[in-house]
């Protein structure tokens, strides 16, 4: 099994819709990381968890919010998406602040807003 | 200014050339640096990792990093088409990483 998970794969919304995209680790890492990928900006971070009661904003945060459920559970909304929010999502954890720093991404879920 | 540039290519060897890739970055309190490997419709996968400056080598792949000049590179010796990919240099400090936009490669059989 993967050891970070992501679901749904693919969506498509319409404008003004909630959803949720989610995220769970198998790997027991504290620090997990929402991103958005698009051509030619490469992967931005969204928001980022240090551990179940440590919320911190990256930065495009701004039309998103996210829940930390469990050390292993991170889930990123959209509370009303809106085209330009279509994107390619990872979520990752890591293991920042070791000597072994790195980080893992999920297989990634892609956005389509109508 | 974005706080790591990365020229986007695309760049195309025939097989067996050597592939040099490369990423300036303007915050010197970087001190973790990474190339993630990205294949089409994949996420990012780990390739090289190097803390503060110098050189790692991993079978074909050599990462480098000046932190007195923040640029590193990454080479790739003896090419094979199985390396065509986008290729991602990450860097950081303790609390998060920042992304180049990425460099599509392609090798040519």
């Known amino acids: 099994d993967a050891d970070v998970t992501q679901t749904p794969r693919n969506r498509i919304t319409k404008t003004g819709k909630r959803i949720m995209l989610e995220c769970s680790q198998t790997?027991?890492?504290?620090?997990m990381y929402w991103y958005r990928q698009d051509p030619g900006l490469g992967l931005r971070l969204i928001y980022y968890?240090?551990?179940?009661?440590?919320?911190n904003k990256g930065e495009i945060s701004d039309g998103y919010s996210v829940s930390r459920q469990a050390q292993a559970k991170f889930s990123l909304s959209l509370e009303s998406a809106i085209p330009n929010q279509t994107a390619l999502y990872f979520c990752?954890?890591?293991?920042?602040?070791?000597?072994?720093?790195?980080?893992?991404f999920g297989p990634g879920t892609r956005l389509l807003v109508l | 200014q974005k706080e790591v540039e990365q020229d986007p290519g695309p760049l195309s060897v025939p097989e067996g050339a050597i592939v040099s890739l490369n990423c300036t970055y303007s915050?010197?309190?970087?001190?973790?640096f990474m190339w993630y490997r990205q294949y089409s419709r994949k996420g990012p996968e780990l390739l090289m990792y190097?803390?503060?400056?110098g050189n790692k080598e991993d079978g074909r792949f050599t990462a480098q990093v000046d932190k007195s000049s923040k640029y590193i590179s990454l080479f790739i010796r003896d090419s094979q088409p199985s390396d065509s990919a986008t290729y991602l240099c990450?860097?950081?400090?303790?609390?998060?990483?920042?992304f180049g936009a990425g460099t599509t490669v392609t090798v040519r059989a």
């Open positions: 190097t803390y503060s400056s």
């Open positions: 990752a954890t890591g293991l920042l602040g070791t000597d072994q720093e790195t980080q893992y």
């Open positions: 790997k027991g890492h504290d620090r």
């Open positions: 968890s240090f551990d179940v009661k440590d919320i």
């Open positions: 915050n010197s309190a970087f001190q973790y």
């Open positions: 990450a860097m950081g400090d303790d609390y998060k990483l920042s």
